[in-house]
């Protein structure tokens, strides 16, 4: 099953290219919710850039689902969520969050990834 992306694919300007892919749930890729937290981790492939995308509304039992996520080049996300740019080179082992709806980044201090 595709799903559809709430950006046409007509619309996806070059925000950001040859960046590689990222994970990205669903609230935000096909219901276009903002992006809220992201990080980056070791990739996980040779394409990938490490980088994690969430909506912040996302419960335990949502994220367990891989269903609900994809991987999408960064450059989609990019253009889901432009504010997302200016943190994209970023090291492994960042993380930034939105405290409020339509606020800017900041990062997220001593946020680690589970150890799943």
């Known amino acids: ?14 925000l950001a290219t040859g960046l590689g892919t990222c994970i990205a749930t669903d ?3 096909v219901a276009g919710l903002p992006v ?3 990080y980056r981790e070791d990739p996980i492939g040779q394409n990938d850039s490490g980088w994690r ?15 609900n996520q994809g991987a ?4 989609v996300l990019a253009n889901c969520d432009p504010s997302i740019i200016p943190f994209l ?8 969050q939105k405290v409020e709806a ?10 680690e990834p589970d150890e799943d």
Do not use: C
């Not at 999408?72 to 450059?75: A, G, L, M, S, W």
């Open 36 to 38: 809220r937290f992201m």
């Open 53 to 67: 995308f969430l909506a912040g509304t996302e419960s335990d039992a949502y994220m367990e689902n891989a269903k």
């Open 27 to 29: 609230k935000i890729t």
């Open 102 to 111: 339509g606020g800017t980044f900041e990062e997220a201090g001593d946020w």
């Open 1 to 14: 099953m595709t799903k559809k992306l709430h950006i046409p694919a007509e619309d996806i300007r070059p």
């Open 72 to 75: 999408y080049d960064v450059n």
């Open 89 to 96: 080179q970023a090291s492994i082992g960042a993380a930034f």
